[in-house]
């Protein structure tokens, strides 16, 4: 597994620019590409866990999704859809660790760098926070 790519996914137009170029490398370093949506789990009961229960199957579906469309991009490249219950960026950065990532990918939301700064976007965290490199591909307008 070492030497992964690891790619942040969660449906958003900027999430689908960075799976192609996720899946490109992959290619070019013949790794495997690790899809990743984080979410943090609560444990408290009734409402709560129903709408974590929600939020983890519309991660795996965003994922098996993403996963889908990878194969199809190129079938040669390995993909494992993972769900992880931590916060986004914590589940980006255990992923990277456990599998020796090369990089770690996202996709940018397209909002002004000071947005991100002040609201604390998973990019931006990232950026601050890792140290595997990170790749942030740009919205696509």
């Excluded at 799976?19 to 899809?35: G, Y």
């Excluded at 020796?100 to 604390?120: D, K």
Aim: glycine share 10%.
């Amino acid at each position: 597994m070492a030497g992964d790519i690891v790619l942040g996914f969660d449906g958003s137009a900027g999430a689908e620019a960075a799976l192609v170029v996720a899946v490109t490398l992959a290619r070019a370093f013949d790794a495997t590409l690790a899809i990743v949506f984080g979410y943090e789990p609560n444990p408290m009961g009734g409402e709560t866990s129903d709408y974590q229960y929600q939020l983890k199957q519309l991660g795996e579906g965003f994922v098996n999704a993403a996963a889908a469309e990878a194969s199809r991009l190129d079938p040669r490249v390995s993909v494992e859809p993972l769900v992880v219950g931590l916060r986004p960026v914590a589940a980006l950065l255990e992923t990277a660790v456990e599998r020796a990532a090369r990089v770690i990918v996202v996709g940018s939301t397209g909002e002004l760098p000071i947005v991100g700064a002040i609201l604390g976007s998973v990019p931006h965290k990232l950026l601050h926070h890792s140290r595997i490199p990170v790749l942030v591909v740009p919205h696509p307008d």
